[in-house]
């Protein structure tokens, strides 16, 4: 009796969270030409179309680089980071830690249009650089944190060894430090990169001729057309998601990290 | 531990500066905004903001679905945490993966499927009209309703996140040594598990409260211009009418409803104990 009464509390609260996304994928394999579930037949007509849409292929590259760069640049100075603040004793690490953190509690519209109002049009910077700055900012946090978490956990002593054996200060970084926080260091790279590549309000702002993420063009393509290509765009972008989150599972546990 | 400090910070300032200088900056001067007139300081912009019934409408209705979707949220996310926990470890962590998976999924494309189910042609009105309940379909998209299921959607897993591992570190028999000793399944819950879990409840309920209050595709995509909240308000002053002024003081406004309801929730769970 209660384990019937688990299964049904669970069943409706996963048909919940999953059974949208399920509808999305049938909607978008519609041969109908407008979205409706159950829809109008199966084809993949749609699937197929989101390919042949122009804005959509030079959306998905923008985002795709600035998820890929955002988060190599985030690791770049967020990694360093993390060492000084589990290795060193730091005069004012506290403040540190609060202003490396902040981009996470700030909402991301406003972001964005703090960035588009004093560096795009003050200063002279390019939408897609700010954008650049706005997706690194966005990921530090997490990757501050999750390289953090992996250093927790891995002894100093090993490192003074190393010291001691002969090794200088960056060589026992690169040979002992980086390869034991390695699966920390890619966790966080796939964190960051599903964030920044779903991220909407930061990029809400920062657009302009020709410059657009995806999941912009995606809401902006919404508004004028009521087809289901962009069911079957959001469900082949969730498939990529999860394809990169269950190989990282598979690879290194990734849920150990997050 | 190392202690060479010149080193140690060398390592972490450039993070620091550039959270700084491209990020806390310009979201300051952003926020000093509305405090500037032509001739010193002013409350005006806020008096002023303030003064509009519609701004107002919008403020109470975001205050209102922020405390909805998480008190929503907290009451599912027990049950299903509950549940989840007394699972045996195999399939504890399949559903706990299933529980996840959403987080993973763009939120563009999870409040998209809304649409599909609650648009005019959508599941529900084909059903209602279908029973016969209703000749026409009934407007369901661009209400706070629609809002109110999609932020939801969107954020209970957080909630339930959360709860799992704060139950989790509930020791084995407490609970029932509890039914033993006479206590009903509503006592067992306020005396015990709510005391054990808070802290898992101040972590879920500031993620989902905040979560709800700085959506913007929710409540652009499922309210339009119908359904304002203070983040598509933003959009709409900054877009439709350069109105800087109102953003910063909307800005400002969802940064210290996220703070305090940070600090408040954490001030209620050391008040307990």
Same mark, same amino acid.
């Not at chain 1, 409706?36 to 030079?58: D, H, I, N």
């Not at chain 2, 879990?197 to 995509?221: C, H, N, Q, R």
């Given at each position: ?183 920390? &260091?890619? +966790?966080?790279?796939? *964190?960051?990169?599903?964030? /920044?590549?779903?991220? =909407?309000?930061?990029?809400?702002? @920062?657009? %302009? ?20 290509? &962009?069911? +079957?765009?959001?469900? *082949?972008?969730?498939?990529? /998601?999860?394809?990169? =989150?269950?190989?990282?599972?598979? @690879?290194? %546990? ?5 | ?273």
């Amino acid at each position: 009796m209660a384990r019937t009464t688990n299964w049904v509390v669970l069943g409706l609260t996963l048909t919940f969270l999953i059974g949208p996304f399920i509808i999305i994928i049938f909607a978008g394999a519609s041969a109908g030409e407008s979205l409706a579930f159950p829809p109008a037949g199966l084809s993949l007509k749609w699937y197929a179309k989101v390919f042949t849409v122009e804005s959509f292929r030079q959306s998905f590259m923008l985002s795709m680089f600035l998820a890929v760069f955002g988060t190599l640049a985030a690791l770049l100075i967020g990694v360093p980071a993390a060492y000084a603040l589990n290795r060193y004793k730091l005069p004012g690490d506290e403040t540190i830690r609060t202003i490396v953190a902040a981009p996470i509690i700030v909402p991301g519209i406003i972001v964005g249009l703090a960035l588009l109002r004093y560096l795009v049009v003050p200063l002279d910077f390019t939408v897609t650089m700010a954008l650049f700055f706005a997706h690194t900012a966005l990921v530090l946090p997490y990757a501050v944190r999750v390289v953090s978490s992996s250093l927790h956990n891995l002894r100093a002593d090993m490192e003074e060894a190393a010291v001691l054996l002969g090794c200088s200060r960056l060589q026992a970084f690169t040979k002992v430090v980086l390869p034991n926080i390695r699966g920390g &260091v890619l +966790a966080a790279f796939i *964190l960051g990169f599903v964030t /920044s590549f779903n991220q =909407v309000p930061v990029s809400l702002f @920062l657009s %302009g001729p020709g410059v657009r993420t995806l999941p912009i063009d995606m809401l902006a393509y919404m508004e004028i057309t009521y087809d289901p290509s &962009v069911a +079957a765009l959001s469900a *082949l972008l969730a498939f990529m /998601s999860l394809a990169i =989150v269950f190989a990282a599972e598979r @690879l290194l %546990g990734f849920s150990r990290y997050v | 531990m190392f202690l060479n400090n010149r080193e140690g910070l060398a390592l972490a300032l450039p993070a620091a500066i550039f959270s700084l200088l491209l990020f806390l900056v310009p979201v300051a001067i952003l926020l000093s905004e509305a405090f500037r007139s032509d001739t010193g300081w002013t409350l005006s912009g806020y008096t002023e903001f303030f003064s509009k019934p519609l701004n107002q409408v919008v403020f109470f209705r975001t205050l209102k679905l922020g405390v909805l979707v998480a008190g929503t949220a907290a009451v599912i996310g027990y049950a299903a945490a509950f549940c989840i926990v007394n699972l045996g470890p195999t399939a504890r962590g399949r559903i706990f993966g299933l529980v996840v998976l959403p987080l993973m999924i763009s939120p563009v494309a999870r409040t998209y499927a809304w649409i599909v189910i609650l648009g005019r042609t959508g599941i529900v009105n084909d059903t209602i009209v279908g029973l016969g309940l209703s000749d026409t379909p009934i407007r369901l998209l661009f209400t706070e309703t629609a809002v109110f299921i999609g932020l939801l959607q969107l954020f209970l897993p957080l909630m339930i996140i959360s709860l799992v591992s704060a139950m989790e570190n509930i020791p084995r028999d407490v609970i029932p040594a509890a039914r033993v000793l006479g206590a009903n399944w509503i006592q067992v819950f306020i005396r015990v598990i709510l005391p054990l879990t808070k802290e898992g409840l101040v972590i879920g309920g500031t993620l989902v409260f905040t979560g709800a209050l700085t959506a913007y595709i929710t409540p652009a995509i499922l309210g339009g211009s119908k359904v304002l909240m203070l983040e598509t308000l933003l959009y709409q002053r900054v877009n439709v009418s350069n109105d800087f002024v109102s953003a910063s003081v909307i800005a400002m406004i969802l940064i210290v409803m996220s703070f305090s309801a940070n600090l408040l929730l954490k001030r209620i769970a050391t008040a307990r104990s």
